[in-house]
């Protein structure tokens, strides 16, 4: 939309210069998107929201400049505009559908000349960017551009009869519009029409036939509101472009529309002479009215920020709103027949930020108190999707329906009966997946023959055990890796190839992310490992044997896999996580070198070391493991390292020496270690 800073001075008494006006205006948010110098004049282009049509006007921009700068905004010469006397005879109007058409109306003037326009109007309507063509159709895009309203002037002797039809067109009926087009209409698009044929597509563009030129002496002046809707199917069907739908599209005024007509018979008074014979109207006689109540403590609480009650009013009485003050600082605001887009108090509240300054509100901090909401299943699922892609896993989708021979051949859950469909859309999809396993292993190896050196994936979906009474579905996760990863570390190129133990300390990261305690890996033979969360199994760690490997066609690799049910890990989870500050003393570290057989469990190494330590012993984890030629035979050998802290002072040599002692000793009499020297 563009507006000229002097027409817009013909409504308010700007003392702003272009550049500082376009600042003020972008701020409230009519975003000036350009400033350019045109004959003497400056013109703003504004880049203008869907929902604001009262802002496709110069009258429109320039009641937003009064309401931001605080000077009067006066429509005075319009709303003194009166109806002129004319014969008694009406011209008859027919309007099939009001709710296509909620208000028409036709003004007879005879005895105009048609004639080139005076200079003052060619030069407004040339920079805004519009042609001019002679002094009746550019008073119509004058006001069109002055009001916002569209007009439309017929030539009333190349009508079949003084009547209009506002209906649907018929079925290939066709018209040449005033751009020399011939355009096939049916009854998705409205027309006005004569008694025989359509003379305009209703809110888009007139025909050709109806044009006003030189010769034209008796004119029907148009001013409507039509369905947006319906001229915006009308507009996409026939392809045609113009400023009158640009604004119908959006939305007009119908207290508007009466206005620019009596503005435009004004200005054709002066300019092209003639006298209103007859005046005709259809539907509605005045627009519906919108009373919103808003309390002045609606206002502060959300823009967060005290208003008077008197600038809110002054604000928005400035922005054509009319504002009663009530007791208990209530405001009863009655919404102008030109603001459509405003239906509720929130709406209302924009308003008074908008004008009032959105750089006034200071910047603050929200006052919520941090708390973590908990939703079961649905948050640990989120969880522990964000804790494998942290992991630098890669998250597949697989179908639910499967082919039977998968499950099959991956060896899993072969005691179970798969659920049948009764109606498979093929062979690939006749059963519903009791794990998610088979489909990972196959995508696994779908992957390694694309030449993936390595393929880290999981999928969290559920799965379809059968049941007695009735089958259950339930939430898992699904985990598998195959391959061998090169890591640059100090010592130079490593080549680390994935084994049970990467699977566990994926399993042991999401367990502690989810608060479930008490967890543990207790081995099956056959290459599975039980996993325990709390006092339930929760799933199983496999390694897969080499039948399952050439039974999907992978060969020279090894894959290793889990499945976990969601429910458990819920169960077992704790829902609140507290925060803990960072220790403000220092650690005092001590490693546990030691042989151990191998037939005695870490984790029961562990577990006695929490049940022995005093409350000094912070943490305690396996750093290192080896096996080889200086180890003997049935052993292993393992370094713990534990650290010790007090939250409220530094620890001395002196106390920790003693404890790490009584501990180490005491793991010597429990499971018989050999402490080795650092």
């Known amino acids: 939309m563009k507006v000229t800073y002097n027409w817009l001075k013909d409504f308010v008494n700007i003392t702003l210069n272009p550049k500082e006006l376009a600042e003020k205006l972008t701020l409230a948010g009519l975003e000036v998107v350009s400033l350019k110098e045109s004959s003497g004049d400056s013109v703003l282009e504004i880049e203008i929201t869907s929902n604001r049509p009262d802002w496709l006007s110069i009258a429109g921009i320039a009641r937003e400049v009064g309401a931001i700068t605080g000077v009067k905004f006066d429509m005075g010469r319009f709303n003194r505009l009166k109806a002129k006397a004319g014969s008694k005879r009406r011209i008859e109007i027919s309007v099939a559908n009001e709710k296509d058409c909620p208000f028409y109306s036709a003004t007879v003037i005879q005895g105009v000349k048609v004639a080139p326009s005076p200079d003052w109007l060619r030069k407004r309507l040339e920079s805004l960017g519009c042609r001019s063509i002679n002094n009746i159709v550019d008073i119509t895009n004058y006001i069109l551009f002055e009001l916002g309203q569209p007009l439309h002037a017929f030539d009333l002797d190349a009508l079949k009869r003084p009547f209009v039809a506002v209906r649907r067109a018929r079925p290939e009926e066709k018209i040449i519009t005033l751009d020399g087009r011939q355009v096939v209409l049916n009854q998705e698009i409205l027309v006005i029409a004569d008694q025989d044929r359509p003379v305009a597509v209703a809110g888009i563009m007139g025909g050709k036939e109806t044009e006003v030129t030189l010769d034209t002496r008796n004119i029907l002046l148009e001013s409507a509101v039509f369905d947006p809707v319906l001229v915006r199917k009308g507009r996409q069907k026939t392809g045609l472009q113009s400023e009158s739908a640009y604004r119908f599209e959006r939305g007009v005024d119908l207290k ?287 390694d897969l044997n080499e039948q399952v490997l050439a039974a999907f066609g992978i060969k020279n690799k090894k894959i290793v896999c889990a499945e976990i049910r969601i429910n458990k890990l819920v169960s077992a989870g704790i829902p609140e996580k507290k925060f803990s500050g960072i220790p403000r003393y220092p650690a005092i570290g001590r490693d546990i070198s030691f042989l151990v057989k191998d037939d005695i469990s870490v984790e029961d190494i562990l577990a006695e070391i929490r049940t022995r330590a005093s409350s000094l012993l912070s943490s305690s984890r396996i750093i290192d493991y080896y096996q080889g030629k200086q180890i003997p035979s049935g052993f292993r050998a393992l370094t713990i390292s534990c650290e010790y802290r007090d939250k409220d002072r530094t620890l001395t040599e002196e106390e920790v020496s003693p404890l790490h002692d009584a501990l180490c000793a005491g793991l010597e009499n429990k499971f018989g270690i050999r402490l080795r020297q650092a």
């Open 256 to 542: 508007g529309a009466k206005t620019a007509s009596l503005a435009a018979q004004e200005l054709i008074r002066k300019l092209a002479g003639g006298k209103v014979f007859s005046y005709g109207s259809a539907g509605a006689s005045e627009p519906s009215s919108t009373t919103i109540k808003v309390k002045m403590s609606q206002i502060n609480s959300l823009l967060g920020v005290n208003v008077p009650v008197l600038k809110a009013k002054q604000i928005l009485s400035r922005l054509g709103f009319f504002v009663k003050v009530k007791p208990k600082e209530t405001l009863l605001v009655k919404v102008p027949s030109f603001r459509q887009d405003v239906k509720s108090y929130v709406d209302v509240i924009e308003e008074v930020a908008r004008i009032y300054g959105y750089n006034k509100i200071p910047m603050s901090l929200p006052a919520v108190k941090p708390s973590q909401s908990q939703d079961g299943a649905r948050s640990s699922i989120s969880e522990v999707k964000r804790v494998l892609s942290a992991l630098g896993l890669n998250e597949v989708i697989t179908y639910s329906l499967v082919d039977r021979n998968l499950l099959a051949k991956s060896g899993i859950g072969q005691e179970l009966a798969p659920l049948e469909v009764l109606n498979p859309l093929s062979k690939e999809q006749e059963v519903l997946r009791y794990s998610l396993l088979p489909s990972l292993i196959k995508t696994v190896a779908y992957n390694l023959d694309q030449k993936q050196e390595c393929v880290s994936i999981f999928e969290v979906a559920d799965i379809f055990l059968p049941s007695r009474e009735c089958p259950r579905e339930e939430a898992s996760l699904g985990i598998a890796l195959c391959g061998t990863r090169s890591l640059f570390l100090e010592r130079g190129l490593v080549k680390d190839e994935v084994g049970i133990l990467h699977i566990k300390g994926i399993l042991e990261t999401v367990f502690r992310r989810l608060g479930v305690g008490g967890y543990s890996f207790k081995p099956t033979g056959n290459g599975r490992v039980s996993v325990v969360a709390g006092r339930d199994e929760a799933g199983y760690m496999l």
